[in-house]
């Protein structure tokens, strides 16, 4: 495990109930359906870490939830973890940032004044709910736009092509399969 650790360049620790609260998109569906809004937040953030390459822990408030000894998971190489009972997220978060801090490059993304505070004189740099959100749907726009000019760069390619190269092409694909 460790050796796999020494290869992680970034780690990004996030406060999930506190995105939820911030986030606007959360806003109503938080409301509706906490556990909803908690899938859309995992869904965006693995999405986000296999794009930026960065190592997320995703950390969830579960210290009111009487007799919660806590609960780890991985879904599609996020980190999901549940704390257990009188165990904030901060807590949690603090605790691994006493570990890894000084060693690795650590960001936190919390709204959290207090928390921000901490994570700066643990090691750990810290980023906004809204600055994290601007970061993610920034950076997936600019991927959009990537994939876009390669899409016209093929198109153009392709409209070079006579009919019959091309339908060789699609026949070839076709066998290859």
């Known amino acids: 495990m460790a050796s796999k650790n020494n290869k ?16 606007d998109r959360f806003k109503e569906l938080k409301k509706e359906n906490l556990e909803e809004a908690r899938n859309e937040l995992i869904d965006i953030l693995v999405e986000y870490m296999h794009y930026s390459g960065i190592k997320i822990i995703l950390v969830f408030d579960g210290h009111l939830v009487k007799g919660n000894s806590g609960t780890k998971e991985n879904y599609q190489g996020l980190e999901i973890v549940y704390t257990k009972e009188n165990e904030t997220a901060d807590q949690y978060i603090e605790k691994k940032l006493d570990e890894i801090g000084r060693t690795k490059k650590v960001r936190v993304a919390t709204s959290d004044w207090m928390e921000q505070q901490i994570v700066l004189g643990r090691g750990g740099t810290r980023i906004s709910s809204r600055e994290l959100e601007a970061e993610i749907f920034n950076e997936k726009r600019l991927i959009n736009r990537k994939i876009s000019r390669e899409n016209k760069k093929n198109d153009m390619l392709m409209n070079r092509l006579d009919d019959e190269t ?5 026949k070839w694909i076709k066998e290859n399969k």
Not at 17 to 22: A, D, F, G, K, P
Request: net charge neutral; hydrophobic share 45%; glycine share 4%.
């Open 8 to 23: 992680v360049k970034e780690y990004l620790f996030v406060d999930g109930y506190n995105v939820i609260n911030t986030w």
């Open 166 to 170: 091309i339908q060789k092409l699609s």
